[in-house]
């Protein structure tokens, strides 16, 4: 027997809620006055924020295993991953890192005395890709509400991926919760709605929200299968008729769209993520590819840290 869909219906309730999006004639959340700022509170609060930050990085990298030995002269693999997230967290160049580090670096716990160069080349070393990759899988517990998108980041003053799309080929795609905490990214360089198919196979929620760019029925199909409530806006041309999980999403949409938007509004932390993280650590200042990638995922980490810290200082 055929079921008539709704799909005339349906389109027209699309366009109709981006017209409404742009006139902004339905608001999905409240507006609030911005609080006044108590700078001496403020300078106080960074100050044990870095505090925070030093002791976090010789507390994380400690309890991470060694990579593997290689024959030949041993490094310690540890202090270059110490010496990496200090750089990025305080914003030192491998120069300026050099005689910080003879300062601070027994604090971290670095005693060896480091200089730039030798900085410089940890950042493409795969062991301390390693060291990295444990410290973001143990601090990045999430709340269950997910939401994805991509970006664009800068390497260059010049450059300005929201005027000029074609201005860089650095994009990352990533999963974050409703704290703005990091589940899962992507630094490949792959089409974001091609590098999401892998990433919702390493996160752990109950609803996930994603813009028209991830219109894709078998990414829905698998988001279902992982027992996951996709909330995946449809563009003007999408169609109610089609798998299960593609119909249930649609016909919500069609049947009560004030709270399938409501709900999927909550996007907006994946934006916040984006512009706070590029607005906090500026561009990506590294060459080759991999030295990129662990630039990208000290940063990260450090984000979820500072999210992290935020939330169990208001519980």
């Known amino acids: 027997m055929k079921i008539d869909h709704p799909n005339k219906d349906f389109r027209k309730l699309v366009c109709y809620s981006n017209e409404a999006r742009k006139n902004k004639r339905i608001k999905f959340y409240d507006k609030k006055e911005p609080k006044e700022i108590n700078w001496r509170a403020y300078t106080l609060s960074q100050i044990n924020d870095a505090k925070e930050t030093l002791l976090f990085i010789k507390r994380e990298v400690d309890k991470c ?103 860089t080929k650095e994009f990352l795609t990533s999963i974050v919760d409703s704290r703005e905490i990091v589940q899962a990214f992507d630094f490949s360089g792959k089409d974001e709605c091609k590098a999401m198919h892998s990433l919702i196979e390493e996160v752990k929620g109950d609803s996930l929200r994603l813009d028209a760019g991830f219109v894709d029925r078998e990414l829905v199909r698998k988001i279902v299968e992982l027992n996951i409530v996709p909330y995946v806006y449809p563009r003007k041309n999408c169609k109610t008729n089609g798998s299960e999980a593609w119909r249930e999403m649609y016909l919500e949409f069609f049947t009560d769209v004030i709270a399938w938007l409501t709900e999927y509004y909550r996007r907006v932390h994946c934006e916040s993520f984006h512009s706070a993280f590029k607005r906090v650590y500026g561009i990506v200042s590294k060459v080759r590819y991999h030295s990129k990638f662990i630039q990208i995922s000290a940063r990260i980490i450090l984000h979820n840290r500072a999210r992290l810290s935020y939330f169990n200082k208001i519980k």
């Open 65 to 167: 295993n060694n990579p593997h030995k290689k024959a030949g002269r041993p490094s310690d693999y540890k202090s270059l991953a110490k010496a990496i997230l200090v750089c990025e967290a305080l914003g030192f160049t491998e120069r300026k890192a050099q005689g910080w580090l003879e300062i601070i670096g027994p604090f971290i716990g670095i005693y060896e005395k480091l200089d730039d160069r030798v900085i410089g080349n940890a950042y493409n070393k795969s062991e301390v890709a390693y060291i990295l990759k444990q410290i973001f899988d143990k601090n990045k517990n999430s709340n269950g509400k997910l939401m994805g998108d991509g970006s664009g980041l800068e390497t260059s003053r010049k450059q300005n991926y929201g005027l000029n799309r074609k201005s």
